[in-house]
Structures are given as C-alpha cells and as structure tokens.
C-alpha cells in the first residue's frame, strides 16, 4: 500500500534510513478520508487509484470497525488495522477558551462496532506522538519498504525513484515521500528469530484472563512466558469479539512492551 511519509521524519530520528527490502519498524498508517460509512460488501481489502508516478494515490479501504471514538475509527481491512480519521478540520474553542483545530467531515459516518465500513482518501504515516498522545487504540506494527519515491511539488512537479529512505534527500516543506508497505511477516520468538513455517506460525495458546469492559485479556504459551497481551482487535472472529479463560485458541504474536508484558498478539483465532 502507498503511503505519505513526511521527509521531516527521518530528520528528527522517528524514521530510520531504510533501502528497499529493510523493515521500518512500529508504524501506524492513517487514512485521511474524504468519506467514510457503512459497506453493504462483504469483501475486506484495499484498492488504489492511479499510479505513484503521478504522486497522489487514493485508496478506497473496506474493513470490519474494530474501534471508535469522535471522528476517528479503527478497521481491519485483512492484513492490518487502520486508522481512520477525516482529512478536513474545522475550528473549535476548547474548554479553557482557546481556539484549536480538530478534525472532521460530516461524510464522515461511522458504523457500529463489528460493522463493515468503507473509506476513501489518502494514507499516511503517523508520527509516534500523535499515537501517544491522542489515539486510544495503538495499531503500529512493523512493515517491509517495497518502494520508494520522492515527491517534490514546487518549483515544478517532480518524481523521483529512490533506492531507499535517506535522509540527506530535500527536506523542503513541498517534498515528501511515497512509501509502498507491505505488512513485514512476524516472528514468533524473540529467541527464535528465523523465519516462522507454516507449521509454527500460528501456536496454541490458552486464555489467562479476558477484561470484557476494556477489551483487552491476556494469554498464554510455551513461547510466551510471562504471557501475552491481547486486544479484542486481534481476535479473527464473526459478531462480538470476546474470549473466556480456559479457552484455547491459536496465538500469533510479535516481541512488544504492552502494559508490563513482553509479547502481544497480532491475530487470535479461536479453536
């Protein structure tokens, strides 16, 4: 998938200079829509229109609404889960006076938790504050650099191909890059870091504790000592997304620091 990455972001440290093939490491992507509701389509994934040679590439993405919250949601679209949030703002005074902008879009409507949605406009990458200090769900995850391109707007129009993310590139206000990510395959033990089989890909695991108020349980395996954290986002299942202790189910996870535990899952599939 493209995807803006602001040239301004290797400057700063957030983005390492990565070449094509290398993994850049916990990121989110945000959708900036133009619109945004409820899908009578059943077929999650994501599609593009026009090229990255042409530097401003939309998407249109359909997924199952794992979270929400004022003007923003998180749906799973198959591969990942992305934030969505409206590329318009407007004007608001803040509870102390102040004038603020936030986002919103009256076309952006969402579906109820558990709902298929459908959203158009343009990916990003989200910088670690913004994760940190305003979005209640962290859906960063690693992702393989596939390509790369350098987007300049001014003085003329201009796009150039780059071997990788590099940080000596203009960083003037009118260039930035398009970034294609892929979701980069997990591994499953810190202590085991070849690549995962088919056959240990997905392990089994039992259901420790489960906080259904909050969302949020804990897991348990012989590869995850000390257990692993679990988002009810994570979990592949039709209707509510729960799980029960005692139950079994098959765990994919990646290393982490999640509220004191050492792993967290990426999927959780019931057995």
């Not at 400057?11 to 070449?19: A, K, M, S, Y």
């Not at 990255?52 to 998407?59: M, N, R």
Request: proline letters at 6%; glycine letters at 8%.
């Amino acid at each position: 998938m493209w995807a803006t990455l602001e040239t301004w972001l290797l400057g700063d440290g957030e983005v390492p200079e990565l070449c094509i093939g290398e993994v850049l490491p916990h990121k989110g992507l945000r959708l900036s829509c133009d619109t945004f509701g409820p899908s009578a389509e059943t077929t999650t994934g994501a599609w593009t229109a026009g090229a990255a040679t042409e530097g401003d590439i939309t998407h249109r993405l359909r997924g199952v609404v794992v979270a929400a919250w004022r003007q923003a949601a998180v749906i799973d679209i198959g591969e990942c889960l992305v934030l969505l949030e409206p590329a318009a703002v407007r004007s608001v005074q803040t509870a102390d006076g102040h004038e603020a902008l936030e986002r919103y879009s009256a076309d952006f409507k969402t579906p109820s938790l558990g709902a298929m949605g459908e959203a158009v406009g343009r990916l990003e990458v989200v910088p670690d504050y913004e994760w940190e200090a305003f979005h209640q769900l962290d859906v960063r995850r690693d992702w393989r650099l596939t390509d790369v391109m350098l987007i300049d707007r001014q003085p003329v129009f201009h796009v150039r191909p780059m071997a990788q993310l590099d940080i000596t590139a203009d960083r003037n206000p009118s260039s930035c890059y398009l970034v294609d990510l892929e979701p980069a395959q997990k591994v499953v033990s810190s202590r085991e870091p070849a690549e995962p089989s088919a056959e240990n890909y997905a392990i089994e695991a039992v259901v420790l504790e489960w906080h259904p108020e909050e969302g949020w349980g804990v897991v348990d395996s012989q590869q995850t000592p000390g257990g692993c954290w679990v988002h009810c986002s994570h979990i592949h299942a039709t209707g509510y997304r729960e799980l029960v202790p005692g139950q079994t189910v098959a765990l994919e996870f990646e290393p982490a620091d999640q509220d004191g535990l050492t792993y967290r899952a990426v999927t959780i599939k019931p057995l």
